[in-house]
């Protein structure tokens, strides 16, 4: 509206002064950056279900970002999980829970390449531990249009996971997976910006639990994700408000919806609180069996289904129908212009009565997770 | 030549504000606070970018581009890169859009106008000096430049200072300091709001109090300018006599005290202003046609306004 | 009330311009290039999350490529 309103006089000499030199900045949306950071941050998680003290996890990691000759940056991760504690064998069963004690090592290197419409991202992921490999390679690109309001997304990855589980149920198993990203993310006001991506992941081989009893999922998996992100910023309060939408719907049956929203206010000196909230829902697994079990046989064994055909099955409780809730809360602080921390405290529930579609999944203790996380890094 | 220092001083508002002369005024740049090392670096960056232009343009340096054209003229050639032939686009625009008025080639008047000794020109000397008036008549190809008589001359005083602000203003934003002001002696570009989101208040200063202001806006984004007849002038026989002259009669403009004009960049609220100095009556709907906010406050003291907010003090003087 | 919101949004429009979707000008892009405003993800807090969502819920990542697995149950 404003432009049409403007006579031709005074477009005129705006555009004239749009001809100029230098006057607009360039590149800005995908500028490398001109400085470096290295941070070490830790994890601590802790879930339970009532009468059972589940799994702990203790992830001190390493991050780092520097750019490197001219349009050229580095950032990864490198990241080791202390896990202990039980988890069930059957859906929430506390008795003959599985103990175990588990180290993951992990890193995550990401090289991108900042260019004058764009930018190119390479990735590569790798995560060991003593039952468990997996290696990933991944290629992600930008392309923004000439007034940079619109930029175009495309990604594709690879995953080429081996499974060795310590009780021997299976033996050099593999699962390998492709994906592939396209988006468009899009300025729409000074101060609105929205991204819509599609996502699709397709996969074969070891997909079953090997330390769940009856575990048996098919070789094959095939997921369609749908994500929106609308980011708004707040002139008056000087927030931002970050809200995102997934809708996933897969081979195993289940649809899911996850909602988001985190709002990011500054607050004086330095400090910044970052309140979030997230939900999710899922639908069952068609292969996922409820605790109805055999009336003479009793649990782990299920009413009305035979195992001597080895069916597709699982007692998973991921694979139950199910709705989660997280509380979040962050704080961070810019504590001298080179350094800078935060701690973060989140709050995680999953019930089967909060799910809203799906069949129902009774009789499944509801799981608390509860997790802290602190961090400090420096910039120079 | 030493170059002036650069003082620093911080607000208690988590800004941090770069206090330096350049361009003939008092010139700041105002950041946020939170890193200062890497604050004064940007500061120094835009700085340097502000001395550039005026080391390169400024008429009063014998070695600019500037004063080789005009030291050739009616003579020879001038070679000129693309920075400055760009110059020369705009000021093509800013004299179809005035009609004529806004020429870069009538700052010959000064030579009859002395505002130090307070003196009106006679109308011989005028009409002899406006035969060296008129930019269109500047003989330009690619790379090069030659003004066709003697003693003709350009500057780009008109809208350098405002050229300026914009580059510096760019560097800053490239830099991804989006909370900050450029102010060139009172042409101030804004990169965005202040740290904490609220917008920058903009004192609009009175023309006939050089200590007070007429109005203060309320901005996030984009540029205040103004042009005013109160920056060289003098008085005689009951009227005033500025340095913003008509190149057409060569007589000083007198119809209005001062002109404000918003726009996105510094350039175009900066022209805008002067232009409408020089439409005198005219400028009145010229600005009514720009729609951009302003404020001009005319001969008889009224203040004439299109707001982008509420002013939050109209109080005249 | 009424008017003076059609006021204030009538005069902003001359100076932020914000005149149709998507035709914001370059000087207009300040506060979008906070990082908060951006999609990056790629930030260690969001990995952590990520992961355990990723262990505990069936549906998994859709917004990126190439995250790699991990046997995490």
Known sequence: MAATESTPTGALVLMAALALPGLLPSARAESAPDSSMIGIRNLHYREHQPNLERITVNSPSLVFMTPLAGEWTLNGELVIDNLSGASPRYHTAISGASNMQDKRTAADLRLKRTLSNGSVTLGAAYSNENDYRSAALSIQGTVDSGDRNTTLLWGLGGANDKINPVNLAVRDERKRSADALLGVAQVLTPVDVAQLSLGYTTGHGYYSDPYKTFDNRPRERRQTALTAKWNHHFNASGGSSRLSYRYASDSYGVRSHTIGEEYVQPISEGWTLTPALRYYTQSAAWFYADPNYHPILGPPFLAGISLRTRPILSLDQRLAAFGALTVEFKVSKQLTPEWAADLKLARYEQRSSWRIFGGSSPGLAPLTADWIEVGIYRRW | ?317 | ?73
């Open chain 3, 1 to 73: 009330m009424i008017r003076t919101l059609i006021t204030a949004t009538a005069l902003c429009l001359p100076l932020v311009g914000c005149a149709s979707i998507g035709s914001v000008e370059p000087w207009q892009k300040g506060v979008l290039a906070k990082p908060e405003m951006s999609f990056d993800d790629e930030q260690a807090s969001t990995r952590y999350n990520e992961h355990i969502y990723s262990s505990r819920e069936t549906t998994a990542g859709g917004a990126s490529v190439g995250g790699g697995g991990c046997g995490c149950n």
């Open chain 2, 1 to 317: 030549m030493v170059t002036p220092a650069v003082s620093q001083t911080y607000g208690g508002d988590g800004l941090i504000r770069f206090a330096f002369e350049a361009m003939a005024g008092p010139c700041e740049i105002t950041l946020a606070a939170i890193d200062d090392a890497r604050a004064r670096h940007l500061a120094n960056l835009a700085i340097a970018e502000v001395r550039r232009i005026e080391h390169k343009y400024s008429r009063y340096r014998a070695d600019s581009v500037v004063s080789q054209i005009n030291t050739w003229a009616g003579v020879a050639w001038t070679a000129c890169d693309a920075e400055t032939e760009a110059l020369f686009g705009y000021a093509d625009a800013l004299y179809a859009a005035s009609g004529g008025l806004f020429d870069i080639s009538s700052g010959v008047l000064r030579r009859a106008w002395d505002f130090h000794a307070q003196r009106i020109p006679t109308d011989a000397a005028l009409a002899s000096l406006r035969k060296l008036i008129g930019w269109t008549r500047a003989e330009r190809e690619s790379g090069r430049i030659r003004l066709p008589m003697i003693g003709m001359e350009i500057d780009f005083g008109g809208f350098g200072k405002e050229y300026a602000a914009d580059r510096a203003a760019a560097l800053l934003l490239e830099q991804n300091a989006i909370h900050g002001l450029v102010n060139l002696a009172g042409d101030i570009r804004v990169l965005g709001s202040k740290p904490d989101g609220s917008p920058w208040r903009l004192g609009i200063r009175d023309p006939r109090n050089p200590t007070g202001t007429i109005a203060d806006i309320e901005v996030s984004g984009g540029a205040l300018a103004t042009s005013g007849d109160y920056e060289r002038f003098f008085e005689a026989n009951g009227r005033r006599y500025c340095h913003i002259l008509d190149p057409r009669s060569g007589m000083p403009v007198d119809y209005w005290r001062s002109v404000s004009v918003l726009a996105p960049l510094a350039i175009a609220a900066g022209s805008h202003a002067t232009i409408v100095m020089l439409k005198q009556a005219a400028g009145k709907a010229y600005l009514d046609d720009t729609g951009l906010p302003y404020l001009a406050v005319d001969y008889d003291g009224h203040c004439h306004r299109r707001s982008v907010q509420p002013v939050a003090r109209m109080s005249l003087s």
